[in-house]
């Protein structure tokens, strides 16, 4: 261990591959007890974080300005500046007050347009930095994980299969170690790694003793110390980086980007109409038919909208996190709400990934095992009784070698580091009071894979060697040719055979996952692993079990009220696969194991998916398999994976959900999210989380546009009726607006702040995990929606008009029938809120916030109209009789709309 505090820094080391181990150690001023956490963070402060370079953050500033890029504001702006320079003309007074006015909203839109993409780009980043990978290094001589970011040159990192690789690192310890580089050289094929050094000018591709960032581990283990980070990397030198797609637009936006094109087509056809009328019926001058037009526009155009979109997703990505799912890729928060098949794995996600050893086997007798989890408290039991362990010590001690996890330094009993699986296996051999012996070596490893479905390790023995071997039982004993019996080595026979494997299969009816252990004594160590892996001694067998997480079954229960279906796809035999199926509530009269699965023709396996709800014995391949049946019919899959394997799955499925634990890095990088807690519950409820999201979306999407079609009829018609009506009757100046764009800014202003962001954390639906699974081509403008909206808006405008030619002939002025009309639309909108929540079975004081933010925005209305700014509006104080009548109007608009929305429901119905 390194306690070097010299001014010499350790810099990259461009020619780490061409020098030996202790020359590497030497220049980096490290060892293999790698650095203290003093020397690490001295080091941090000098080298810098272990990360490639990203684009600048977007800074305030930008994200201020760009609030003010949109052809809108354009006009709008274009609209003060001729209502200034107007007064240039003879006997036309300028008009300061609008232009003021029109600026100062503009700027609050802004300001709150800002807070919104401020806060959304400032979580999107948050999630980005919770993404970061973490890395397994040694320091004050003991392993702990840290993030890969803290990495200095000098530490000493341990890497196993599935890792990505946190830095350059010259390796000084390789058992069976693979890399995968094509992301740094190109070539697909995996490099086998050694410790020795290599020439000087070796290419990079062929520089087997250094592992580079940005690559993965795909096979054995080892230790390496880093010789270079962050831009120093070769990765860095290049300058490739993966960046995430977080920032794409969302099918939402681009739904609602074409809506806005259509409006603007709409609205455009409209401003022409409406200036051509003017114009030549009434001789309105062209400022007056200009602030038409744009009166029009503000009407029309919804410009709040994608800013909220992102803001509701963003926040609820990050509520997300609270219920341990992270959320690496926005856009997933909207297909949560439209998964209706979770494929699922067993291991640590239904079940508490905390195997325990219950039963061994051992020269013909049973005993069972008490204890759970980790902790090394428990017996062993012969027929209800306390029994010793001697008669398994030699399979207890097989398993205990064949095994590559460790317990953690200095840590609580049950912290281990390694496979659930080996961890277990470690267990019981502590159980029985069997120590691993420190200090020895290890001549070999032939590490486990699906394809072999066995791991054996060479260690020596005295003047030898011993192999020994775990796996499946069919796998092993197979590889046997004699049986330890009492303490002495017997002919393994056919019938003894048969026994062994009929135990097996009783344990696994049992629900136990069941390994088979041998050994036998080798004279060359170094002999091909045929010869290693032949004419063994078989020990004996022992039985774990990895419990069900107690809260999977309600889980899946919930997932049938949701019209979700559940699919398992494990390892294990179909026996224990049907057993823990059963006991989670995933029930199946059918099995398919994975070679039945490759042997389905694309439509036989479409056909089959269709019914059969879990799979045995499969790999990963198998699991693409599925998936991809899966989604041919039609269907949105969320696929849960941990391993290296898992990635073209993850990548594939409509939602790729990695394990936090247990998952490798490369699995979390291909998902789109992760389980921190690597518990199914988290699924449903990331789910559940999906729909509430698009519920609240379709809320405030409602919300808007029915305000903004309720504006545009308003002014539309308006304008054609006080065309004709205004100097025929009511001697009114033609070039007076119903509404002016000052209003209608505010307007949108109160409804497009506070009430839709409110709108978009109201909570759960009571039955949002009992409505079966929505078409991922259901858009969030359906037919309801546009129902909503043209009921609302054609009543609005209906009503409005009503009361405001009725206050221009019972109180004879223009303003205070624009004041009433004003104020009826601002209560209207306010109001239809709950009208439009009904839908969704809520209560109005189910969100405190909506609740604030409709009173918060209704006081600001009511000091425009009782404070000197109404004059800046061009409004009056209303009394008692206007009062009157703007409750009136809005209380007919609740009850049409409420009727109609309750026709319309029966009618879908």
């Known amino acids: 261990m390194s306690e070097a505090t010299s001014t010499t820094e350790p810099t990259r080391d461009v020619d780490a591959h061409a020098e030996t181990v202790d020359a590497i150690f030497e220049t980096m001023d490290s060892g293999p007890a790698g650095l203290t956490t003093a020397e690490a963070e001295r080091r941090l402060s000098v080298h810098g974080p272990n990360q490639i370079q990203e684009e600048e953050a977007v800074s305030p500033l930008a994200v201020l ?5 949109n052809g809108l504001i354009y006009v709008l702006l274009l609209a003060a500046l001729l209502s200034v320079l107007v007064g240039v003309l003879p006997d036309v007074e300028p008009r300061y007050v609008d232009a003021g006015l029109i600026v100062a909203i503009l700027l609050a839109n802004g300001v709150f347009g800002f807070v919104q993409d401020y806060r959304a780009e400032q979580s999107l980043r948050e999630l980005r930095e919770l993404a970061a990978p973490d890395a397994m290094v040694i320091r004050d001589g003991e392993k702990m994980v840290v993030d890969a970011s803290e990495l200095v040159p000098g530490d000493v990192v341990a ?60 096979s054995g283990h080892g230790l390496a110390v880093v010789v270079a980070t962050g831009m120093d990397t070769e990765i860095g030198t290049i300058a490739t980086h993966i960046q995430e797609a ?45 602030l038409t037009g744009v009166t029009l526009a503000v009407a029309a155009v919804p410009e709040g909208l994608p800013a909220i979109v992102t803001l509701t997703l963003s926040l609820g990505a990050r509520r997300m996190i609270d219920r341990n799912a992270l959320v690496r890729r926005l856009p997933v928060v909207e297909s949560l709400g439209s998964v209706d098949v979770i494929l699922t794995d067993k291991t640590g996600t239904l079940t508490e990934n905390r195997m325990t050893v219950r039963r061994v086997s051992a020269s013909g007798r ?37 095994n590559n996890a460790e317990r953690a330094p200095a840590s609580a009993d049950d912290a281990y580091f390694g496979d659930p699986t080996e961890i277990a296996l470690l267990v019981a051999a502590e159980k029985a009071g069997i120590v691993r012996e420190e200090g020895r070596d290890r001549l070999r490893e032939i590490p486990f894979s699906s394809d072999r479905k066995r791991m054996t390790v060479v260690v020596p023995e005295d003047d030898s060697a011993t192999a020994y071997m775990k796996g499946a039982p069919e796998t092993v004993i197979e590889r046997c040719d004699r049986v330890l019996e009492d303490g002495s080595v ?16 009783r344990f696994a009816e049992d629900s136990l996952r069941v390994l088979g252990f041998s050994r036998r004594n080798v004279a060359d160590p170094d002999a091909d692993a045929e010869s290693l892996e032949s004419g063994h001694v078989f020990l004996g067998l022992q039985g774990m079990l990895d419990p069900p997480r107690p809260e999977v079954d309600g889980a899946i229960e919930r997932c049938h009220d949701a019209g979700i279906r559940v699919v398992m796809a494990t390892g294990d035999t179909p026996e224990t696969a049907r057993a823990i199926g059963a006991d989670v509530g995933i029930e199946s009269d059918t099995v398919l194991t994975g070679r039945e699965v490759e042997t389905r023709t694309d439509d036989e396996l479409r056909e089959a998916v269709e019914t059969v709800d879990t799979f045995a014995r499969v790999e990963p391949s198998h699991k693409v398999q599925i998936l991809r049946a899966l989604q041919a019919n039609g269907h949105t899959v969320a696929m849960t994976g941990d391993g290296v394997n898992d990635a073209p799955g993850l990548r594939s499925a409509d939602v790729g959900v990695a394990m936090g634990v247990r998952g490798t890095d490369i699995a979390q990088e291909a998902s789109d999210m992760v389980l921190q807690d690597d518990n199914f519950a988290t699924i449903v409820e990331a789910i559940a989380e999906g729909r509430r999201i698009f519920d609240n979306i379709r809320k405030f999407v409602n919300l808007l546009l029915s305000a903004n079609t ?25 070039e007076a607006l119903i509404l002016t764009p000052v209003m209608l800014l505010w307007i949108n202003l109160v409804t497009d702040g506070l009430p839709a ?4 954390v109201d909570p759960r639906a009571d039955d949002v995990l009992e409505r079966a699974p929505r078409s991922s081509e259901e858009s969030v403008i359906d037919g309801r929606v546009v129902a909503s909206v043209l009921s609302i808006g054609v009543t609005a405008t209906v009503v409005g008009l009503v009361l405001f030619f009725e206050t221009l002939a019972t109180v004879g002025t223009f303003v205070a029938a624009q004041t009433v009309l004003f104020t009826f639309l601002v209560v209207t909108e306010m109001s239809i809120i709950q009208v439009i929540r009904r839908r969704f079975g809520q209560s109005i004081g189910s969100n405190r916030y909506l609740l604030g933010a409709i009173v918060a925005s209704l006081v600001l209305h009511v000091l425009v109209l009782y404070t000197p700014v109404a004059d800046l509006f061009g409004v009056v ?29 029966r009618v879908v119905e």
């Not at 300005?65 to 890029?69: D, K, M, S």
């Not at 962001?757 to 978009?760: F, K, P």
């Open 246 to 290: 977080e920032d794409e637009q969302t099918p939402f936006q681009r739904e609602l980007a074409v809506l806005g094109r259509h409006i603007g087509y709409g609205i455009g056809a409209v401003i022409v109409f409406i200036a051509v009328v003017q114009f030549l019926l009434t001789g309105a001058d062209t400022i007056a038919v200009f």
């Open 490 to 505: 017997r002919e393994l026979t056919p019938e003894k055979r048969s026994a062994i494997l009929a135990r097996s299969e």
């Open 877 to 905: 104080a209303l009394g008692w009789a206007g009062w009157a009548r703007v409750l009136g109007g809005v209380l007919v608009v609740l009850v049409v709309t409420f009727l109609a929305s309750l026709v319309f429901d």
């Open 65 to 69: 300005v760009a609030q003010f890029r």
């Open 710 to 734: 309720g504006e545009v009829l308003t002014v539309f018609f308006g304008v054609l009726v006080g065309t004709f009506l205004f100097t025929e009757r009511f001697a009114v100046d033609a």
């Open 757 to 760: 962001i409110a709108l978009g």
């Open 159 to 218: 890497l196993e299969q599935g890792d990505a690789v946190p830095a350059d690192a010259r390796l000084f310890e390789a058992k069976t170690l693979e890399t995968m580089e094509a992301s740094l050289t190109g070539e697909s094929g995996t490099v086998s790694k050694s410790t020795a050094a290599v020439d000087p000018g070796t290419p990079l591709a062929e520089r087997t003793n250094i592992v580079y960032k940005g690559t993965s581990v795909t």
């Open 366 to 402: 049973t005993l069972s095992v008490t204890g759970s989890g980790y902790r090394t408290e428990g017996e062993f039991r012969e027929d209800g009784s306390t029994a010793t362990p001697g008669v398994a010590e030699e399979l207890l001690r097989c398993g205990m070698i064949c």
